[in-house]
């Protein structure tokens, strides 16, 4: 039984991050992904989104810069004899 | 003396400070732990300054923010009560001394402030884009090219620096909120917790600084399709 209309894609794209995130209730889950069933273009969409965060990431960082780390120590040591 | 924290090679392990309860952690800083104190640089330096990036206005501040930071800390390890964890605690003392930086430099509004503001209207994509009326009204107009899986071009330099540069013009709660979740990997708890603010907020905030990461992307694989 259909609880409400389908969804547009206006709707699809911004309830993305609430799918991606976990944040649907089941009902709208799956009207959210019986509107990817019948849209490509939301599927894609979806896809961009992924690829999106992916890319984000790697903007990380994991190492600090040696001087910053340095004067770091300095800031220990010079707070130990406080 | 060297300490060990230059560890490159991937076949080491290193000792995540993570997997030690927070409380010895906090009692082996009292003690004055130097080890201890290096290892939790490393593993939080990098994410603690690319935040603070985001509330001043240069990278050389955002170091001196950090520095206060750590002070601040050290200086108020005493208070550390375990309520939180003390990644949380830390980069509160983080957000805290950044802000009153960032208003030092007169460029920061409060957070709280900024987040309260999501109740603008801020489409994730160009209305002009979906059909206005008829039987498809909303759906896509001008719809989203495929990329390549995985695109090549999101994973060079260039991808990066378009995604660098977006970020650092999104507005300040929607920039925070996406460098601690996308970069760094925070939780959304986490986040909530370091910047006090509601899970809806916190998705609100992040779904407009992904959807302009995005179209700023969509943007740029459209330029560089055109070179």
């Known amino acids: ?82 | 003396m060297h300490y060990g924290w230059r560890v490159s090679s991937p076949e080491s392990t290193v000792q995540t400070v993570s997997a030690l309860e927070d409380r010895e952690l906090v009692a082996a800083l009292r003690t004055g732990d130097e080890t201890v104190f290096s290892r939790l640089v490393r593993e939080h330096g990098p994410g603690m300054l690319r935040v603070a990036r985001n509330y001043v206005s240069s990278q050389a501040v955002a170091e001196e923010v950090v520095q206060e930071a750590w002070l601040g800390v050290l200086r108020g390890l005493d208070r550390f009560e375990g309520r939180s964890s003390f990644k949380t605690w830390l980069y509160r003392i983080l957000m805290n001394t950044a802000m009153s930086r960032g208003e030092r430099e007169a460029r920061t509004v409060p957070f709280a402030t900024l987040a309260g503001e999501v109740g603008d209207d801020e489409p994730a994509i160009d209305p002009s884009r979906f059909t206005a009326e008829g039987r498809w009204a909303g759906h896509w107009a001008v719809p989203p090219d495929n990329w390549a899986s995985p695109e090549p071009r999101l994973l060079e330099a260039e991808g990066r620096e378009v995604i660098d540069r977006t970020i650092a013009q999104l507005p300040e709660a929607q920039a925070i909120v996406i460098t601690m979740c996308d970069i760094e990997g925070f939780g959304p708890e986490e986040v909530c917790n370091v910047l006090d603010i509601s899970l809806t907020n916190q998705r609100v905030l992040l779904h407009r600084a992904r959807s302009r990461v995005r179209q700023a992307l969509e943007d740029y694989m459209g330029e560089t399709r055109a070179r």
């Open chain 1, 1 to 82: 039984m259909k609880l409400s209309r389908d969804l547009t894609c206006a709707e699809v794209v911004e309830l993305v991050t609430e799918y991606l995130e976990g944040g649907l209730s089941a009902p709208e889950r799956e009207r959210f992904e019986e509107h990817l069933g019948v849209c490509d273009w939301c599927v894609t969409y979806l896809e961009q989104m992924r690829q999106t965060i992916g890319s984000t990431g790697q903007l990380r960082e994991e190492d600090l810069d040696p001087q910053l780390q340095d004067a770091l120590i300095e800031v220990f040591r010079g707070w130990k004899t406080e």
